[in-house]
């Protein structure tokens, strides 16, 4: 039997993608140390996670999931 599980999240997704774009923009201030690049690094991180993840998450806070129980799979619904 295959369930469709229809998620709203705004503030988990949001969250998730700020945390992601720090992480990202700490990776690249420690290659490069000596230029301020944090800020700017950070908010070119979350635009493009924000496009790599639209492919399955609508207005950055709808998510389905879908659930195989005979396979025992759960695959990301695309938008």
């Not at 720090?22 to 490069?32: D, F």
């Not at 979350?46 to 005979?70: C, F, H, L």
């Amino acid at each position: 039997m295959k369930i469709q599980l229809h998620l709203k999240d705004p503030d988990g997704v949001g969250n998730a993608i700020d945390e992601a774009a720090r992480a990202e923009a700490a990776r690249a201030k420690a290659a490069v140390p000596d230029l301020d690049i944090e800020d700017a690094a950070e908010d070119a991180a979350r635009d493009n996670i924000v496009e790599a993840i639209k492919r399955w998450v609508a207005y950055q806070e709808y998510v389905t999931i879908e659930i195989d129980t005979v396979a025992g799979t759960a695959v990301v619904v695309p938008v």
